[in-house]
């Protein structure tokens, strides 16, 4: 996978996980995603915080498409 989201109302933090890069946009002050937030200190527990809700989604993803495949 190239590329994962995950947006609120407010955020939107990007993840490319073969690059091992990440971007965070605050979405209400900068609509047009100019300016990324990801290194900057008072953003660094919400963005843990993103990352935590998307890797949680997508290992939930994983486990329901196991038991699919398995036809369980």
């Given at each position: 996978?190239?590329?994962?989201?995950?947006?609120?109302?407010?955020y939107?933090?990007?993840?490319?996980?073969?690059a091992?890069?990440?971007?965070l946009?605050?979405?209400?002050?900068?609509?047009?995603?100019?300016?990324?937030?990801?290194?900057?200190?008072?953003?660094q527990?919400?963005?843990?915080?993103?990352?935590?809700?998307?890797?949680?989604?997508?290992?939930?993803?994983?486990?329901?498409?196991?038991?699919?495949?398995?036809?369980?």
């Amino acid at each position: 996978k190239s590329q994962r989201m995950i947006r609120t109302p407010r955020y939107k933090l990007i993840d490319y996980p073969l690059a091992d890069r990440r971007q965070l946009f605050d979405l209400q002050d900068d609509p047009h995603e100019r300016v990324n937030l990801i290194s900057r200190g008072e953003h660094q527990q919400l963005a843990e915080d993103l990352m935590n809700q998307l890797n949680d989604w997508f290992s939930k993803q994983q486990r329901q498409q196991a038991v699919i495949e398995s036809g369980r």
